[in-house]
C-alpha cells in the first residue's frame, strides 16, 4: 500500500471505530502487569486474569514483591507462561520500589523515560511504547501482533523489525493522531482484517487495500 493509500485508510479507520483507553483510571503498575501478562495470550484473558489478581492482591509493587510465587502462578496461568512471567514481574515490582519508592510515575521525571522504563526487568521497547502512550499518553506508535500484520499484509515497510515498523507508522500518522490512532489500528485488525481469515466482506478499506490476502467480494458489497 502507497503511503497515501494509507493516509486515506487510516482516515476512514479513525472516523470508524471508537476506541476507549483501557488504562485510563487504573494504576499505573498495574497497567505494566497488565501489558507484560499480555504477551502471548489475548486481551480477554489478560482482563479477566489481573481483575481476578486484583481481587486477591493490591497490583502494587510493595504487594507484588512480597506476595507468594504460587499464588502469583496460580492468578496468572490463564494467560500463559505464568512460571516465566511471575519471577519477571516480582523482579520488576522490586526494583519499582528500589528505584522509584513504588510510584512509577516518578519514570516521567527521567531525562529519558522510555529508556528509563526498558532498563527494568522485563521490559522491552513495545512495553514501553504502550505504557507511556496510554499512562503518560507520550508520543509513542506502539506496535502490537495486530498492527505488525497489517503492516505486513500492506507492505508498509519491507523490513520486519519493531522499530522499523514503529518508524515507518509515525512518518504516516502525525502525533496528536499516534495515541488513540494505535488503538484504532488495533480494533481494525482485531475486528475486521483477522489473521486467519480476514473479514474482507465488511472492510471500510477495502478499495484501498492491495494485500496478497485479499479476498473478492460481491460488486454491490464494495466500498
Not at 471508537?18 to 489475548?42: H, M, Y
Not at 504487594?63 to 519471577?87: C, F, H, N, Y
Not at 512518518?171 to 480476514?198: D, M
Amino acid at each position: 500500500m502507497r503511503d497515501d493509500a494509507f493516509r486515506k485508510a487510516f482516515d476512514i479507520l479513525w472516523r470508524r471505530f471508537r476506541v476507549e483507553n483501557w488504562a485510563e483510571g487504573k494504576d499505573p503498575f498495574e497497567v505494566l502487569v497488565s501489558i507484560v501478562v499480555s504477551q502471548n495470550s489475548t486481551d480477554l484473558v489478560t482482563e479477566r486474569v489481573v481483575r481476578d489478581l486484583s481481587h486477591q492482591l493490591a497490583v502494587r509493587p510493595k504487594e507484588v514483591a512480597t506476595a507468594p510465587e504460587s499464588l502469583l502462578i496460580d492468578a496468572l496461568r490463564p494467560a500463559g507462561l505464568a512460571r516465566q512471567k511471575v519471577p519477571r514481574i516480582q523482579e520488576l515490582a522490586r526494583e519499582v520500589l528500589r528505584r522509584f519508592g513504588g510510584d512509577l510515575m516518578r519514570v516521567l521525571d527521567e531525562p529519558d523515560p522510555r529508556q528509563t522504563l526498558m532498563d527494568l526487568p522485563g521490559i522491552g521497547p513495545k512495553t514501553a511504547d504502550v505504557w507511556l502512550s496510554l499512562v503518560a499518553g507520550a508520543d509513542t506508535m506502539p506496535v502490537d501482533t495486530h498492527i505488525a500484520r497489517l503492516a505486513r499484509r500492506w507492505r508498509l515497510t519491507r523490513r520486519k523489525d519493531y522499530a522499523a515498523i514503529t518508524a515507518k507508522l509515525q512518518s504516516l500518522i502525525p502525533p496528536r493522531r499516534r495515541a488513540r490512532g494505535h488503538l484504532v489500528l488495533i480494533q481494525f485488525g482485531r475486528e475486521i482484517c483477522q489473521a486467519r481469515r480476514p473479514r474482507c466482506e465488511e472492510c471500510p478499506v477495502y478499495g484501498l487495500c492491495d494485500a496478497t490476502v485479499k479476498r473478492p467480494r460481491a460488486t454491490s458489497a464494495s466500498r
